[in-house]
C-alpha cells in the first residue's frame, strides 16, 4: 500500500503563489510518475500537472502553463507544485496521485484519472479576488 498526503493548501490573493508538496510513504520503492489534479464545486476532476519518475516528461494543462511548476524530490519520495500568479479560476480540491504503471513500462506522463491509483486526500486552495 502507497499512501499520499498533499499539504500547503490555503486561501491566497489573486496574484499570490502557494506551493503544494505530496509526499507519498508505505511501499514507495518502485518508480512511477506523479500527477497533480483539482476538481472545483459541481465540475469534473481534471489534471493539472505530471511528472515522470525520470523527470524527463512533464504535462501541464493548458490553462495553468507558465504560471504552475511541478517538481520532485525521488529521495524524499515528495513532488511539488508551485503555483503562481493565481486566479480565483484556481479555486479548487488539489490531490496528487501515482501513476499506475511502473516507469519500467513506461516513462511518459497521463493526463486521465484512470491512469492513476493511488489518491491523497486532496488540500484546498482558495484564491480570492
Known amino acids: 500500500q502507497v499512501q499520499l498526503a498533499e499539504s500547503g493548501g490555503g486561501l491566497v490573493q489573486a496574484g499570490g503563489s502557494l506551493r503544494l508538496s505530496c509526499a507519498a510513504s508505505?511501499?514507495?520503492?518502485?518508480?512511477?510518475?506523479m500527477g497533480w489534479f483539482r476538481q472545483a464545486p459541481g465540475k469534473e476532476r481534471e489534471f493539472v500537472a505530471g511528472i515522470s519518475w525520470s523527470g524527463s516528461n512533464i504535462r501541464y494543462a493548458d490553462s495553468v502553463k507558465g504560471r504552475f511548476t511541478i517538481s520532485g524530490d525521488n529521495a524524499k519520495n515528495t513532488v511539488y507544485l508551485q503555483m503562481n500568479s493565481l486566479k480565483p479560476e484556481d479555486t479548487a480540491v488539489y490531490y496528487c496521485a501515482r501513476d499506475r504503471l511502473d516507469a519500467y513500462f513506461s516513462d511518459n506522463v497521463s493526463t486521465s484519472t484512470s491512469r492513476y491509483d493511488y489518491w491523497g486526500q486532496g488540500t484546498q486552495v482558495t484564491v480570492s479576488s
Open positions: 508505505g511501499r514507495t520503492s518502485s518508480r512511477y510518475a
